[in-house]
């Protein structure tokens, strides 16, 4: 398949309306064949978009999983225009030639400020009293109403989003514990708590921020409920298979929680026309929010532009800097000379025979950038050659076997 041409003839679809200064960072840069949809698009029309699209751009919603991905001939490269990569199957991916890249922090001051304003409304009970006030109601007591001073907020996952709620959190005066899997550096006064179970049976408040993987599917289920302590809060805003939601409305209803504030769930709509449902729906008690923890325009701005300037330094120049599930290449210019890249497999073999093509042909080699996995192999190769000398070399590049993709740039 075709993947060497002038960035005017590469095809970027961009879906779940990531934000417009995307599109304008990709138009500044050459590309002028963008196609935009608002929302993510359904399995079957996914399939048949993404197998004509050079470069795609999602954000949490679509699913590129091993079936759509192997729709996808000419794709080079995806974009997540967010922080959650879990959306995207990125071993397939990568096996495909095909590396992923995201925007690990331009959201995160924005899902640390919603968690700090929902750690203060529900420690005041504010859901079910403005619930109340709706219905017509008056609930003017400070029963069950609390200052956020000196509660104890437990962090379960202290990466970017973690730690700037722990900063926050402090400048108000609470206490701040977590717990990690990896040995954190604490901010201000955190602490390190002993485990989950520790952090959950000491905090007020217990608030998720951990990425969705094996070890936390369901990481809180009916068991680690009934450790918390009475009384107690839980947010999620991380990802919906983090809890087990049936388990937390049965601890709401027995009143062992007292609230929680709830942005992610285990099912989504696919866009805002489509029905939210949820067996939280009706507990004046819980914050429910359509997965807008990041959905500021500061964040979404910056993403648009952080995400599409690593799509376009990889198209333009094969960088794969920051790229989540692929060899990492940083690449200088190339103003003299034609590049070659080739993506294998890393299998005995295939680096001799790239070499061989170019002394055979006794092409000299003006650099050459080489950096592997245990299954891909990602090789640069800067040439002094004209344009049909490099579509030749090309050619010859994609015919070794073990080769994923190739492309020359222009
Ligand atoms: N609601 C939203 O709109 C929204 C916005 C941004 C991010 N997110 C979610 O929040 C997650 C966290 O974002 P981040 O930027 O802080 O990520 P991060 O990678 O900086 O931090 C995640 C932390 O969780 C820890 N961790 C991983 N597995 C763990 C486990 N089993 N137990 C305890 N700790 C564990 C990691 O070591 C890391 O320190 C993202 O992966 C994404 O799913 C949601
Ligand atoms: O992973 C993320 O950054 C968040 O979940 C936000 O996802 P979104 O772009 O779909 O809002």
Redesign the pocket.
């Known amino acids: 398949m075709k993947t060497s041409f002038p960035k005017q003839d590469i095809k970027v679809l961009l879906l779940?309306g990531?934000s417009r200064s995307a599109v304008e960072s990709f138009q500044r840069a050459g590309y002028s064949q963008l196609e935009y949809h608002e929302k993510a698009l359904p399995e079957a029309e996914l399939k048949a978009r993404i197998a004509e699209a050079h470069i795609v751009g999602i954000?949490?919603?679509t699913q590129l999983t091993d079936e759509v991905l192997q729709q996808a001939k000419r794709l080079i490269a995806v974009g997540?225009?967010?922080?959650?990569?879990?959306q995207v199957d990125l071993g397939s991916a990568r096996r495909l030639g095909v590396p992923v890249f995201?925007?690990p922090y331009s959201?995160t001051r924005s899902?640390a400020e919603l968690v700090i304003a929902e750690t203060i409304m529900l420690l005041r009970g504010v859901p079910q009293k403005n619930a109340l006030c709706h219905r017509g109601g008056w609930t003017k007591s400070a029963a069950g109403s609390f200052e956020a001073r000196d509660k104890v907020l437990g962090i379960v996952g202290y990466g970017h989003i973690g730690t700037q709620v722990g900063v926050l959190a402090e400048s108000l005066g609470m206490r701040v514990i977590f717990h990690d899997i990896e040995s954190k550096l604490s901010l201000g006064n955190a602490r390190a708590a002993n485990s989950l179970e520790d952090l959950l049976e000491r905090a007020d408040v217990v608030t998720l921020h951990v990425p969705e993987t094996p070890a936390t599917q369901m990481m809180i289920g009916t068991r680690e409920l009934a450790r918390m302590r009475k009384g107690s809060l839980l947010i999620n805003?991380?990802?919906g298979t983090v809890v087990d939601i049936d388990a937390l409305a049965a601890s709401l209803r027995s009143e062992h929680l007292a609230g929680a504030a709830v942005d992610?769930f285990p099912v989504e709509p696919k866009g805002n026309d489509d029905a939210f449902v949820s067996p939280l729906l009706g507990m004046d008690n819980v914050i429910l929010t359509p997965?807008?923890?990041?959905?500021t325009l500061e964040a979404?701005d910056n993403?648009g532009i952080e995400v599409a300037a690593k799509l376009v330094r990889y198209s333009d120049n094969g960088s794969t800097l920051s790229a989540v599930n692929f060899p990492e290449v940083s690449l200088p210019e190339h103003p003299r000379s034609r590049r070659l890249l080739h993506i294998h497999r890393n299998v005995p073999g295939v680096l001799s025979r790239i070499n061989e093509l170019f002394s055979a042909g006794n092409i000299n080699i003006d650099a050459q950038f080489l950096q592997t996995d245990s299954e891909v192999g990602y090789v640069v190769i800067d040439v002094a050659a004209d344009e049909k000398q490099s579509g030749e070399l090309r050619d010859r590049l994609a015919a070794i076997p073990g080769t994923l993709r190739s492309r020359v740039l222009y």
Request: charged share 15%; net charge positive.
């Open positions: 779940e990531v954000r949490s919603r997540c225009f967010c922080i959650g990569t879990n995201n925007a959201n899902v805003a991380s990802r992610v997965h807008i923890g990041g959905s979404q993403i």
